[in-house]
């Protein structure tokens, strides 16, 4: 199954287009005013634990996910399987990750690289100045910053699409938002099988 990731990995890399990715519904552009976006993880006295239940390559994962604020752009994501093993244990800054552990069958530079762009687009603020512009005025407002897109809802990030050329990499949909913290989380990956839901343990948090 690795050898078929990373081997997926490099494929996709040398496939990617160079055309412009066109957001569903989109038909333009417009300046903003400045937005803070995805504030969801920024409380550094919270340390939030996802039930996690992952289908990767036909392979069923189910585990706990550690969420650990260390100051609001920097997190500690850590995921632990129902045997007690720990499979990753990433530190993630705004610009590169540390890994404090990583099991062997996953310590492939891609894939490290590939489960850090995740957890730090879930995890990290950012800031958009630009926003899209809908035929249907009724469309939910989308920020865009670079090749990552917010969808709000009720001014809530409810949606982020990440990008890649023409493609999209990767979503991740939040849902049941209460005090400002996600109670699940569904991650979809759009080249590789990787499906991921995140449903929030309060018992074990520190809300």
Do not use: W
Not at 190 to 200: D, E, N, T
């Amino acid at each position: 199954m690795i050898r078929f990731l990373i081997y997926s990995l490099c494929c996709s890399a040398l496939l990617l287009s160079c055309r412009t990715y066109q957001y569903p519904g989109a038909s333009g552009v417009r300046a903003s005013d400045l937005q803070e976006l995805n504030t969801y993880y920024m409380d550094t006295t919270q340390a939030l634990v996802y039930r996690a239940d992952a289908q990767a390559f036909e392979t069923d994962l189910k585990g706990n996910l550690v969420i650990r604020t260390l100051a609001p752009d920097v997190h500690r994501v850590a995921l632990l399987s129902d045997l007690g093993q720990t499979l990753f244990d990433i530190s993630i800054f705004p610009d590169k990750e540390v890994a404090h552990f990583i099991m062997a069958d996953l310590d492939r530079k891609l894939i490290v690289t590939e489960i850090a762009a995740i957890f730090r687009v879930l995890t990290q603020r950012t800031f958009a100045s630009s926003a899209l512009v809908f035929l249907d005025k009724q469309h939910y407002p989308v920020y865009f910053v670079d090749d990552t897109y917010y969808l709000l809802q009720q001014r809530e990030v409810r949606c982020i699409t990440r990008v890649n050329g023409s493609k999209e990499r990767f979503s991740i949909e939040y849902s049941d938002v209460r005090n400002n913290v996600p109670v699940t989380v569904l991650v979809e990956h759009g080249k590789f099988p990787l499906r991921m839901q995140l449903s929030l343990n309060k018992t074990q948090s520190s809300l």
